[in-house]
């Protein structure tokens, strides 16, 4: 005679299964938190007319934006005429993304991308515009201007691989040709004094990143042309992948020609909501 199976209550769950018999439990690792994804925006707005201006402007980035993905290159568009209104309303309309930059200099900037990719903010004293590029150009231009020079510091007690590091670096640097270079620390025996040394001998750039999705990824620029080093922490801020790139801009803060295309069209989309 055939009866439903039923599970006995308390098969399962915390206290169901026996312990190990050296009394310790199973620690499970922490899982991963939220990942930034895009979920559109539609501002509330209530006087059309007056704010007019940013709707015009944010209509001109996102056929700017458009064109950037076809044609490369960059298009800039200064905020300062805007009211405060106005300017809210970009602000509001834009957000932000996963991707800030600081960069020193005269002026010094902050740079954050919109929820739009390759649709940048640009502030800093005497600054507030719209930046639509692959990435800003700023951000390549003042890269490797020293913050911290270069230092020939002797190779002491503890450094061990890093002159060799250091010399694939400075050749890669030196012949660069446009292809990227990549050097997996991660993968590579180092040790603490091995990275202190390259640090002094590599430099401190003018440019830092952070891009922020699954986890965390900071960028940093020395001040060796086209060195960057790159690290990618998980959710739980472990360092899980840490490199040198040699090239321009390392692609995970580099907006992609599909996403600028991508970008115009949700954006014309949601100037189409606000209407």
């Known amino acids: 005679m055939n009866r439903d199976f039923q599970l006995p209550a308390g098969a399962?769950?915390?206290?169901?299964?026996?312990?190990?018999t050296d009394g310790v439990e199973l620690d499970y690792m922490t899982m991963p938190g939220d990942m930034r994804t895009y979920a559109p925006h539609v501002p509330m707005v209530t006087s059309g007319a007056a704010l007019a201006p940013a709707m015009t402007m944010m209509e001109t980035i996102a056929t700017a934006a458009a064109r950037v993905a076809d044609r490369g290159g960059a298009e800039v568009f200064d905020l300062a005429g805007l009211d405060t209104a106005n300017r809210r309303l970009v602000a509001e309309t834009l957000g932000e993304g996963e991707v800030a930059m600081k960069l020193r200099g005269v002026p010094a900037l902050a740079v954050q991308e919109s929820v739009f990719a390759g649709i940048w903010c640009v502030t800093g004293h005497g600054v507030d515009r719209i930046e639509v590029a692959r990435v800003p150009e700023a951000a390549g231009n003042r890269a490797f201007a020293p913050v911290a020079d270069r230092r020939p510091?002797?190779?002491?007690?503890?450094?061990?691989?890093?002159?060799?590091?250091?010399?694939e670096l400075e050749?890669?640097?030196?012949?660069?040709?446009?292809d990227l270079h990549v050097i997996n620390l991660s993968l590579l025996p180092h040790t603490e004094e091995d990275l202190a040394w390259l640090?002094?001998?590599?430099?401190?750039?003018?440019?830092?990143?952070?891009?922020?999705?699954?986890?965390?990824?900071?960028?940093?620029?020395t001040a060796t042309p086209q060195v960057w080093r790159v690290q990618f922490f998980n959710s739980v801020d472990t360092l899980i992948l840490d490199t040198f790139e040699v090239t321009d801009v390392p692609d995970v803060a580099v907006a992609a020609p599909e996403d600028l295309a991508d970008s115009a069209r949700r954006l014309t989309e949601v100037l189409e909501a606000i209407r």
């Open 153 to 167: 510091v002797e190779a002491g007690r503890g450094v061990v691989n890093a002159p060799a590091l250091l010399a």
């Open 199 to 221: 640090e002094a001998r590599l430099g401190q750039g003018s440019t830092d990143v952070l891009s922020r999705g699954y986890g965390n990824c900071r960028i940093r620029a």
């Open 12 to 20: 399962i769950g915390p206290g169901s299964q026996p312990t190990s």
């Open 171 to 178: 050749d890669k640097s030196a012949s660069f040709d446009g």
